[in-house]
């Protein structure tokens, strides 16, 4: 009995200990990941000289909130939101629709060269070819004469995407009961009908992931509407005219109207998070486990 107490007794402090140092690494990590948007948040009130001058002070001297009125202004927020929205939502729709057709397919349906198409499909969430893409990409959206509107940017977007959305949706598919679809085929339903009928009601928790991560990456494309928007600033989303907010001043980099951009930038895509939060957590989670 006294070896087996000293054994849970050692057991325990090992324990204890690993769950410490776990505790502090995730405690960095978490600090790490805060101190840049606290540091811009504060920042986006100070005056540019008290940016430019460096040092760790986090808190103003005094609070300027003229900061953010001059960067609505400059940086037409009000058309760039409106740019950045429809963006956002457009990525959003086609990842949606798409990965969950696509999702349901490979999970129940039988055809010739399935595994190899999905693997293939999957390889390609660890292959990013990056910007070398673009070129190719606009020549293309030039001789369909695409360029000059926002669908481009919206279907390159949710295009690049697809596989990790697909592969969610697949991993929460085979946590569904078959028993649901022939029960749905009994009463007459088609392949799309249950699809339609039945498994979309069911999807919702990954449906909801799917929503909240290709709304994110819609949001904060970059390099993309860049490239894309050169000749038409008009169609520029948030992300292009908030990075233009540091010409903004009189010869040095405006770091104080940046900063205040990138907090007004910031708001939509934390509201959406915290709204969906929970159904984006309940399905990551159910399609890794399953998937």
Known sequence: MAKERTGHSVESKKTKAVNGVIFLLLLLLAALTVYPVVYIGFGSFKLNSELVSGGLKLLPEKFILDNYTQAWEMANFSRYTVNSLIISFGVMAVSLMVSSMA???FSRKQFRLKSLIYN?????????VGSAALRPLFELAVKLHMNKTLISIILISAGSGQATYVFLIHGFMNSVPKELDEAAKMDGCSFFGIYARVILPVLKPALASVALLSFRGGWNEYILPLIFTMTNEKLRPLTVGVVALQNAGDGAAAWNILFAGSSIAIVPIVLVY????????????AGAVKG
Do not use: D, K
Not at 120 to 128: D, H, K, R, T
């Open 120 to 128: 293939a499909m999957v390889m390609f969430m660890f292959i990013n």
């Open 103 to 105: 999702g349901y397919v």
């Open 274 to 285: 915290l709204f969906a939060s929970r159904q984006f957590m309940g399905g990551i989670t």
